[in-house]
């Protein structure tokens, strides 16, 4: 069956950085697109980063461009997410999601999730 494993999440100093992994199985993965997204205490889960198939386009929310990268190596199932200058309202459990078809913004287009893993900022 598919699985979607995230690891790399921890408890880090404002101003750091951490690198989010997430190793899938069970799909063919160059033929997903893929998603990170998050989800803090009482509020919804939004988009975080998207990429592509191929790893060629990528698309970010706002609240994190120019902070976080995601990248992908489909010779190795994994979709990383590089997080830089973190703040506290980063906070939150990251989750990640395959797509079959293209990189989207919403939750529902999304087949496959992981379970998660925390990432904690402390000011």
């Known amino acids: 069956q598919v699985q979607l494993v995230e690891s790399g999440g921890g408890l880090v100093q404002a101003g750091g950085s951490l690198r989010l992994s997430c190793a899938a199985s069970g799909l063919t993965f160059r033929n997903y697109a893929m998603g990170w997204f998050r989800q803090a205490p009482r509020k919804e889960r939004e988009f975080v980063a998207g990429s592509s198939r191929s790893g060629d386009t990528t698309d970010y929310a706002d609240s994190v461009k120019g902070r976080f990268t995601i990248s992908r190596d489909n010779a190795k199932n994994t979709v990383y997410l590089q997080m830089n200058r973190l703040k506290p309202e980063d906070t939150a459990v990251y989750y990640c999601?395959?797509?079959?078809?293209?990189?989207?913004?919403?939750?529902?287009?999304?087949?496959?999730w992981g379970q998660g893993t925390q990432v904690t900022v402390s000011s």
């Open positions: 999601a395959a797509n079959y078809y293209v990189a989207s913004r919403s939750n529902s287009d999304y087949n496959y």
